[in-house]
């Protein structure tokens, strides 16, 4: 069974700063993509980042960068330069297995970016 | 670039009710979605529509029903509401089923059953 874990339910951070949002994920496949999404206040989901399990190097989008470490099976999000806008909860997901396999999500981690 | 429109945004029904949510994507996909949202669950699968003209169960079908009306659309109906359904629902899409593909979604839809 896949399974992601976000231990942090809450992050704060200053305005300008960087940080680093955690994420652990099991699966015995040895194919998968795992995804970062936010959620705002306002309850959009929207899709921030994703890496295939044989990607080489880590995915970077904008401020946006995951940071793969396949031994660990974590897959953090950093995210540089934090902005007042950052503020939302972060979600992130996987998908394996063998068949459909369905995107398993995380419980969230909440950030709040601080001016 | 309109993405994954749901409508409606909010809704209120009583027990019993029916009602069908609406789910429009203009990218292409031949994956679609239905999730359910709720405190401490985390997102839940409903429905999924791997391709035009299949459907299949997710983990939580029960009380639900969907139809893939052609490749853009994609519905869920509750024949009768329960306050149990009462989420906020999100539909996505996907380019196909296959793990290396990022779903989009759409904003939601607040469902609220007195």
């Known amino acids: ?44 989901m929207i899709f921030l980042i994703y890496q ?30 934090s902005q007042l806008g950052d503020s939302a909860m972060y979600f992130c997901a996987m998908r394996a297995g063998t068949g459909f396999q369905k995107l398993v999500f995380g419980t969230g981690t909440r950030l709040l970016v601080s001016p | ?17 029916s009602m069908t ?24 699968l409903i429905y999924y529509s791997a391709s ?5 169960k997710g983990e939580v079908p029960n009380g639900y029903n969907v139809s893939r009306l052609n490749k853009r659309e994609f519905s869920l109906r509750l024949e009768s509401a329960a306050p149990s359904q009462t989420s906020v629902y999100f539909c996505a899409s996907s380019e196909n089923s296959g793990r290396y593909q990022p779903q989009h979604f759409g904003d939601g839809t607040r469902l609220s059953i007195l």
Not at chain 1, 14 to 30: F, G, I, M, N, W
């Open chain 2, 21 to 44: 949510l609406q789910c429009a994507q203009d990218m292409n996909h031949n994956s679609m979605y239905w999730y359910r949202q709720d405190p401490g669950m985390g997102l839940r």
């Open chain 1, 1 to 44: 069974a896949q399974k992601i874990t976000q231990t942090q339910p809450g992050m704060f951070v200053q305005e300008k700063e960087a940080v680093t949002l955690d994420c652990t994920y099991d699966t015995s496949d040895p194919s998968y993509g795992l995804f970062w999404y936010k959620q705002p206040s306002s309850g959009e």
């Open chain 2, 1 to 17: 670039n309109a993405g994954v429109t749901q409508t409606p945004k909010f809704q209120v029904l009583k027990t019993g009710q």
């Open chain 1, 52 to 81: 295939g399990s044989y990607d080489q190097q880590n995915a970077t989008e904008g401020r946006y960068s995951l940071n793969f470490q396949k031994a660990r099976k974590s897959a953090n999000l950093v995210i540089s330069a």
């Open chain 2, 52 to 56: 035009e003209g299949t459907t299949d």
